[in-house]
């Protein structure tokens, strides 16, 4: 397959150069992406979620389908070419056998059979549908795109978030009080398979990828993810500790760039012991529906900055000035929400520039 992207090996060198400044606290700017799809009525339909393209169609299939989109990109700051197969957040569930439910643009994980928390084993299916799809995509995006585009990782979840989905968010709840025993058990094992499938997905991307990436915009030329926890908005700091960290400090250990998604004020209670793990490079602040965009919670950014680790907000562009007027840029990916042309980002990034200096 011909690719006519909008980005050069040499464009490569410089986000390996950029982003390894940025990861090593190097960088005296922002990072900022910045994209632009030049309208086309000719494309083919687009899916945000893999799951959405018929099943009956081939991982090659879906890959063409989504290769005039990359094509029709344009990337200005330090965004780059990304695609990663969405099967829906937390998909590792219906790899471990949960019943998975795709819908236009999204996808729901709930059990096939509920059953008693001490009656639940995880173990590898290697045949499972789900995995398969998930790693026949990948396979088909790496050999089609080579070292143009970045492959990330799909949407393996937490292991709170994938327990959920066999126990329902409310019975797991339950089970925190009345089977402690039984819910770090089986985290424990989801954290095992978590690596498990996040290396076999690995496998796949480094020989040909420039680097690795995921569902979100940071990238890494070792291995990277944006862990979570979706479920612990809805547990005190000392069941996140118990249940959660221990998968946290694993993942982190296991990776050379671990980034957190922190989604919701409800996590804000869990955002010290976060800072406290040596291995975690990072928070992605992201508030939450109907709540005030990331840039206007200043006090949050700040004590992810003033903690040492690096931040990772999408905001517009007038909240990317808004931070970078009150705290400066150092340390923060900015990703931007808004399409620009290639004037407009070229004029922005001036712009920021002479704010984060003027500061």
């Known amino acids: 397959m011909t690719l006519r992207l909008h980005f050069s090996p040499s464009d490569w060198d410089r986000i390996a150069r950029d982003y390894g400044a940025w990861w090593a606290h190097e960088l005296d700017r922002p990072l900022v992406q910045i994209t632009e799809k030049v309208p086309d009525p ?7 979620f893999a799951s959405n393209y018929p099943w009956s169609w081939s991982a090659e299939e879906v890959i063409a389908a989504v290769t005039p989109h990359l094509e029709a990109m344009r990337y200005y700051g330090d965004a780059f070419p990304r695609w990663w197969p969405n099967l829906g957040p937390g998909v590792m569930a219906a790899f471990l056998g949960a019943r998975a439910l795709s819908v236009p643009e999204t996808v729901w994980f709930e059990p096939d059979v509920l059953r008693e928390v001490h009656d639940i084993q995880f173990c590898y299916q290697p045949e499972g549908a789900w995995w398969r799809r998930a790693a026949e995509l990948t396979k088909a995006a790496v050999d089609a795109w080579g070292d143009m585009v970045q492959v990330g990782h799909t949407d393996l979840g937490g292991n709170l978030d994938i327990l959920a989905s066999f126990r329902t968010t409310q ?21 095992r398979l978590w690596l498990r499938y996040y290396d076999e997905l690995n496998a796949i ?20 993810y944006m862990l979570q926890c979706d479920f612990s908005y809805m547990i005190s700091p000392a069941m996140f500790e118990r249940f959660a960290v221990p998968d946290l400090v694993a993942c982190c250990h296991h990776l050379d760039h671990a980034f957190y998604h922190l989604d919701g004020r409800g996590q804000i209670a869990h955002l010290d012991m976060l800072l406290s793990i040596e291995r975690l490079r990072g928070i992605q602040w992201v508030p939450g529906d109907g709540a005030p965009p990331p840039d206007q919670w200043l006090d949050v950014l700040r004590r992810v900055i003033d903690a040492g680790k690096l931040c990772q907000v999408f905001v517009t562009a007038e909240g990317a000035r808004h931070i970078v007027r009150n705290i400066g840029g150092k340390g923060f990916l900015l990703a931007v929400s808004t399409d620009m042309t290639a004037e407009e980002a070229g004029a922005f990034l001036q712009l920021l520039a002479r704010e984060d200096i003027s500061r």
């Open 42 to 48: 000719e494309l083919p339909a687009e899916h945000t």
């Open 171 to 191: 019975n797991l709840l339950i089970d925190l009080y009345d089977a402690p025993e039984e819910v770090a058990r089986l985290v424990d094992e989801v954290t």
């Open 205 to 224: 991307i480094a020989p040909t990828c420039p680097g690795s990436n995921c569902w979100a915009p940071i990238w890494s030329s070792g291995t990277t």
